[in-house]
């Protein structure tokens, strides 16, 4: 029996899902677009070690109660796969986790991919992007490269690399406000959303414009345009959130001086926006030629934890076996 190692890195949706239309499958109520970066990286080991008796996940090196958010793409894998010994799945995110910042979809897809691999099941790419889906409804997005689309019809997912990373390679930088665990999880705040906000119908039923905007602005490589929709898009979510009961409100007071910093900038003409998601992080998309600039300006502000620059990269992807 071979082992498998796969990596994969956290995506960033520009166009938010949140909210689900099917519990049991995980399916998003919406499409997202999302980018893949190429810092910040899962890596997932499956192994089948002698007299292992159950199948076993340990994750940052803690051995895990139950397999928790990964038993679904466990169990759709385990039952098409002819091997059938117990394994051993060691997965670890060189930052932080359930932060906002995208760990279980780099996690998930370096999960799937290295299980596939393992597991000798031969997955279609469709096949993948259902099982990532089972796992975490963002993971899907990560096995792919560059700007991405995960489009949803009903319960019918489609996934895609729109425009590959050096077709239009801006830079993101990552203001980290707060490396805490979140205390509403993804999941639980996208089902309060759903029952509590009186605004949660409009969100879904309007998503498709943006998209459709966000799209046309990445196929014109359009930054202005894209910037616009996008922030549009992460607000209205946040919206969403802090209108739901109990209200979610996952912003800190660094969370508000970053997004007013890039406002600052943008009035400067300097191309830059902001988008957050479900943690007080502030993600800043930026042209290349003025990254330096934007980073000098963030360095400054009191309340940060730390900042990572990235640029756009690669979908998840085997990298021993
Ligand atoms: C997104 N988020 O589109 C949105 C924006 C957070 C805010 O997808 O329950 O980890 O595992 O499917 O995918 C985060 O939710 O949640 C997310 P589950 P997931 O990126």
Redesign the pocket.
């Known amino acids: 029996m071979k082992s498998s190692t796969a990596i994969a890195h956290p995506?960033?949706?520009l166009i938010?899902?949140?909210g689900?239309s099917n519990i049991s499958g995980?399916i998003?109520a919406m499409s997202?677009l999302?980018i893949t970066l190429n810092t910040m990286t899962s890596e997932t080991t499956v192994s089948f070690p002698n007299n292992l008796e159950q199948d076993t996940w340990i994750l940052n090196g803690v051995e895990q109660t139950s397999l928790g958010?990964i038993q679904s793409p466990c169990d759709y894998l385990k039952k098409i796969s002819l091997i059938n010994q117990p394994y051993l799945i060691e997965s670890t995110n060189n930052f932080p986790t359930a932060a906002?910042l995208?760990s279980?979809?780099s996690g998930i897809a370096s999960l799937v991919t290295a299980l596939d691999s393992a597991l000798e099941t031969k997955l279609s790419s469709q096949q993948m992007v259902e099982v990532a889906i089972l796992?975490?409804?963002?993971?899907a997005r990560s096995l792919f490269s560059g700007f991405v689309h995960l489009e949803v019809i009903e319960d019918n997912l489609k996934c895609a690399t729109i425009l590959e990373a050096d077709e239009w390679p801006l830079n993101v930088i990552v203001c980290v406000t707060s490396t805490n665990r979140k205390t509403i999880?993804?999941?639980q705040g996208?089902e309060i959303s759903k029952t509590t906000s009186p605004i949660y119908k409009d969100w879904v039923n309007n998503h498709q414009e943006d998209i459709k905007l966000a799209i046309q602005a990445i196929e014109a490589k359009n930054f202005h345009q894209l910037g616009k929709i996008a922030e549009q898009n992460c607000l209205k979510?946040h919206k969403v959130m802090k209108t739901s009961q109990p209200p979610i409100d996952y912003w800190n007071p660094a969370t508000y001086a970053c997004v007013k910093n890039v406002k600052d900038m943008q009035k400067k003409g300097i191309p830059v926006f902001f988008t957050i998601?479900?943690g007080p992080q502030v993600k800043i998309i930026c042209e290349p030629d003025v990254s330096k600039d934007v980073m000098s300006v963030m360095e400054n502000l009191p309340g940060l934890k730390s900042i990572i620059k990235s640029n756009l990269g690669r979908g998840a992807r085997i990298i021993h076996e």
């Open positions: 995506n960033f949706a938010k899902y949140w689900k995980n998003p997202s999302a958010q906002g995208a279980s979809a796992g975490s409804g963002s993971a999880s993804s999941r996208m979510m998601d479900a």
